[in-house]
């Protein structure tokens, strides 16, 4: 099967780097998948999604991310956010609580609504 290239990175540092067979991720514009071949484009990154990678081995990555840009080529895929988190370091509770919280900002929704997405992308 045809693979990419991929990585993901934040601002503090490089959460995975590997060969993939898929990518899906939020955008500004919508959902899209990534295949190998995809044409190439630039897309902003939603403030509040998850990334989910299937990589080489058929294993699931998915990651809370924050903002940020992807780039992708026939053979590579590049997500740069502005924060990101794997869902399974995701304290669900804690992200919840913000969602509650009627003083939370928007930054701090946004950076919770990722977390939950995340969290319930890697559960299905």
Do not use: C
């Not at 058929?58 to 502005?82: D, K, M, N, Y």
């Not at 919280?101 to 977390?115: G, K, L, T, V």
Request: no cysteine.
């Amino acid at each position: 099967m045809a693979e990419m290239s991929v990585d993901l990175v934040a601002i503090e540092r490089r959460l995975w780097s590997g060969q993939a067979n898929f990518v899906s991720a939020q955008t500004t514009e919508g959902q899209i998948g990534i295949l190998p071949g995809h044409e190439p484009l630039l897309g902003q990154l939603a403030e509040d999604s998850a990334v989910t990678i299937v990589d080489s081995d058929g294993e699931r990555i998915v990651a809370a991310v924050h903002g940020g840009f992807f780039s992708v080529t026939a053979t590579t895929v590049r997500i740069l956010a502005e924060s990101a988190e794997f869902a399974g370091d995701v304290d669900i509770e804690a992200a919840r609580a913000v969602l509650a919280d009627p003083n939370a900002s928007e930054q701090e929704q946004n950076a919770a609504r990722a977390r939950v997405r995340a969290v319930e992308a890697a559960a299905s």
